[in-house]
Every structure is written in C-alpha cells, then in structure tokens.
C-alpha cells in the first residue's frame, strides 16, 4: 500500500504528542532535514519532531504506522549517500534532544547513551575515565548516525568498527512496539543475533533510543610515523607488510600525492609530495613503541620508502590526525564552486594495491574532474574524492561512470560497493551485484519489521522507489 502525505488532521495529532516547541514545520526547519553532506538532491520532509523519550517515539510510529505515513531518523545529517533524505517526505525524527549520557560504567568498560550524543563529545567526557569509544568517522556524527551505518575511520584497523562496541540497543519498531536487544556481558552465544542486524540497517528496521556501548582503554603512549613512497602501489604493499609483521597499527592512513601537497600548503608540514602513509601506533611504553617503529621503518625502507618521519609526541601526532580528518575540508576550499562526491568501496587487503591503481588510473581518463585518492589502507577502504563543476554535464556523465567502474573492480575483487558510508540513496543501484540472492533474505526482513514500509523508505532495495 503506498505511502501518504500528512494531512491537516495528522499534523494536529503529531502536535499534540510532544511540547511545542519540538514539532516544526517551519521552512527552514524542513529545509535543513532535506539534505545530507551528499549530492543527492533535496528532498524536503513534512514536519520535524524532536522526541525526548522512547514513549513518544512509540506513540508516533504507532500513529505513523497506522497512517502509512513515512518516518526517516535523523541524527546529525553527515552522512554521504543520502541515508537521512526523507525522500517520501513525511515525518523526520531528529534526535537532538535525546543527547544525554545515561550512565558511565567504568567497572564494565561500557557507558549507556541516547542516541543523539556526539560521539567527540562522549569521548571528551569520558576522558578522565581512561577509557574511549574508538570508532572516528570524522565528521560531527551522533552515536545513532554511527550504529544505523556501523560507521568507522582511521583506528578501525586496530580497534574495529562501530558494530564492535555495540552490545545492547533499546529500539522502537515501526507499529510502537519498544524491545531490548543483547546485553551487558561481554560475550553471549544466546540466540540469534539481533543485535548486529540493526547494526548497519540505516533506520531501516527500527528506531534507536538508547545504546550501550563497549570502550577501549585510552593507550599510555602514542607513536607516529609519515612514509613517502615511489608509488602508491609501493605504500600499499609496505601496509601489507607492517600487518603481517605482528605489528597492531592504530591507523595505517594512505595519502595519494595531490592529498600531501593539499596538506602541505595548508599546515605547512614540508613532507615530500609522494604517495604516503600516515602510521599511528599505540602501546604501554615509548620503549616498546621506539622498537615498533623501527620494524615498521626498516618495512617502509625495503619498498624504497624515500622519507621515514618517526615521532612519539604527542602534539606533532595530532596534529598530523587533524589534518587527516581535515583533507575533506582542504578539497572542497582549493576547488570552490565545485560539488564533490566520495567514491568509497573497500577490499580484501591483499588486493588494495590493484584497486588503487586501477580506481586511480581510470580517474585519470576523466577528463575537467579533480580526483584525491585516500584511504584506511589498513582496513582496504579506499576514497576517492571526484569534483567537478556542478553544470558540467558531461563531467558528471563520467564521474558517474567512473563509480562504476571503481564499485566493479571492487566486486571483482570480492570487496563491497560501501566501505563505511552506507547504502543510502547512492550505493543502492549496486545492492543486487554485490548481494545476489540474499538481496531478497534482506528484503524479507524488512518486510518482517516494517511490514508497512514507512522507515527510511525508498532506500536500500532498488526496486521499491
Ligand atoms: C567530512 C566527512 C567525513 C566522513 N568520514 C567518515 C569516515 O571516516 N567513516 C565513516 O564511517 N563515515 C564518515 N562520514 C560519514 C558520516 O559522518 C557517518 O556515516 C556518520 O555515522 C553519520 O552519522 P550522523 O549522526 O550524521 O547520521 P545521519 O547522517 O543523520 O543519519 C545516518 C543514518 O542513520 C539513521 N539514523 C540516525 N539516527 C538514528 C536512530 N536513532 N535510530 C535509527 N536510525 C538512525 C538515519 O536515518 C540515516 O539512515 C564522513 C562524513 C563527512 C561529512
């Protein structure tokens, strides 16, 4: 059954469910759900609510779920696939107010959150503990945001992604229904796990309301090295070796040249502008990590590595994170007036030296697009940043082709059309190549969950826009 518009009388309804100062339909309130950091077009929704307790949250989706009207999630709007784009309209579920820490467990290395905490800011919080949340996307996200697209970033080589420091999730599902899935202990072999399907399933399947997350120690020392290379094949085979030598890198971050020269000129590091890993290492002593660095050194040397900067203070090293985190910002200023998209497919790390020359090598066919070549080279995540005037079709037409053709090497090469980004709008076109069959056990669970199709809808499952 299709999906309906708000009416008069569902605007009142939803009104009176919440104060009123949390439900709006003001322009700029819609217009500022309407649009993620993609390029997806915007698509505005018809009300925003700011919920504050699950209850409510259940008390709209009942209604909404009555009324086949489509509800999206929201949490800080960073995502780059236009996961968050109510594309049907409707009601959009902002978790702004529900940003509180509910209860740091620091016997249990674990802390309980409403969905809309930023996950920077727990990890501020929970600085005098000597424990943090390790995943890092990077940009502003909300804890929501990171479970619906099990997000990660630089120290996932090390530390994993968001899915591994998930163990509880309080959910609402699409006709009200509140549950509770897994549990506090540290392990569980009790049935099926429920837990990892919302993981990743981008609002699909349920709302979050409350997580409980697992945290890691914050490492005593800290350990850094920037390599430059002849080549980024001759980077990706020394990533290769600094894994298989025992070595555990916190992040091993792959820079293409025209990444460097960015960084160069915009924090003055005078690094030699040659393919280059950014290495970062944590450990219990300096001692221990001066004798990592060696090996890792004495690695980057035997693949020619041209400059070996080592460094174990801490300053220089977080300056080098910063500016890591920051490259996104640096493409977009040296091409204003440019749209950008970010091409993001990972790979089985032994084949990440033939994904980045060919992702590299077709960039460098398209004619009038500027491409910056990175990535978690330790997780065999690759990114491409393609920009190109906004009106140049023909631009467009190739960097369109060029996705393709980088997300089927990718494939080929037994990897995934998504990295870390999700599926959103943008990577749904390539869900029945890289699924096949279980395309269909997906869409089933779907249905079994939202039977009625109002979350998130017209994502994920390409035929069902
Ligand atoms: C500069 C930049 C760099 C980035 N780097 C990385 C990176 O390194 N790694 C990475 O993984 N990502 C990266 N991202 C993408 C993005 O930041 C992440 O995907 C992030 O997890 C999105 O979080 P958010 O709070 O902005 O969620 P949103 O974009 O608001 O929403 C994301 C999805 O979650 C759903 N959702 C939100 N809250 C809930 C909830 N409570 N319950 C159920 N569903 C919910 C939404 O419906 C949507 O489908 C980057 C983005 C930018 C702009």
């Known amino acids: ?121 727990m990890n501020h919080e929970l600085r005098h503990t000597g424990l943090f949340f390790p995943p890092d996307p990077g940009a502003g996200a909300t804890i929501g945001g990171m479970i619906a697209n099990n997000a990660s970033g630089t120290r996932t080589v090390r530390y994993g992604s968001t899915k591994d420091y998930v163990q509880r999730l309080t959910v609402v599902l699409a006709g009200g229904e509140i549950i509770d899935i897994g549990n506090r202990a540290s392990k569980s072999s009790s049935g099926l796990d429920l837990l990892h399907l919302f993981v990743g399933s981008e609002g699909m399947l349920g709302v979050v309301t409350e997580a409980t997350l697992r945290l890691a120690g914050i490492p005593e020392e800290f350990a850094w090295a920037v390599a430059t290379f002849p080549s980024v094949e001759a980077a990706s085979r020394a990533v290769l070796d600094t894994i298989r030598s025992g070595i555990d890198p916190a992040a091993l971050e792959l820079l293409a040249p025209e990444c460097v020269e960015l960084i160069n000129r915009a924090r003055n590091f005078g690094l030699i502008c040659s393919p280059s890993l950014f290495i970062e290492l944590h450990g219990p002593t300096r ?15 035997n693949e020619a590595c041209a400059e070996f900067r080592p460094g174990l203070d801490r300053a220089e090293r977080d300056r080098f994170v910063e500016a890591r985190h920051a490259l996104g910002e640096m493409i977009a200023q040296a091409h204003t007036g440019q749209k950008r998209v970010v091409i993001d497919v990972a790979v089985p790390i032994s084949t990440y030296p033939e994904m980045i020359a060919f992702a590299r090598q077709e960039a460098q066919k398209a ?40 997300v089927a090497k990718a494939l080929h090469l037994g990897g995934t059309a998504t990295g870390e980004h999700g599926v959103g709008i943008g990577k749904m076109k390539f869900m029945p190549a890289e699924h096949g069959a279980s395309l269909e056990w997906m869409r089933k669970i779907k249905q079994l969950f939202d039977p009625n199709g109002i979350l998130n809808p017209g994502k994920m499952f390409p035929s069902q826009r």
Not at 32 to 45: G, I
Not at 287 to 301: G, M, P, T
Not at 385 to 399: E, L, M, N, S
Request: aromatic share 6%.
């Open 1 to 121: 059954m299709p999906l309906n518009h708000l009416n008069q009388q569902d605007h009142r309804y939803l009104a009176s469910l919440v104060a009123p100062e949390r439900c709006s339909t003001g322009e700029s309130i819609l217009n500022t759900h309407s649009r993620d950091q993609s390029r997806h077009p915007a698509v505005r929704p018809e009300v925003v609510i700011w919920p504050e307790t699950k209850e409510e949250i259940a008390a709209i989706l009942k209604y909404a779920d009555e009324k086949r009207l489509p509800v999206t999630a929201w949490g800080a709007g960073s995502s780059l696939e236009g996961n968050p784009i109510p594309l049907c309209g409707g009601i959009v579920l902002s978790f702004a107010r529900m940003n509180r820490i509910v209860n740091i467990r620091e016997s249990d290395f674990q802390i309980d959150v409403q969905p809309g905490v930023i996950y920077k800011e």
């Open 287 to 301: 001692q221990r990590l001066a004798d990592d660095l060696r090996i890792v050194e004495e690695i980057c040397r």
């Open 367 to 406: 004619a009038s697009v500027t491409a910056y070549t990175f990535g978690h080279a330790g997780d065999g995540n690759i990114h491409m940043v393609v920009g190109a005037q906004g009106d140049d079709v023909q631009a467009w037409h190739a960097i369109e082709g060029l996705n393709e053709r980088v």
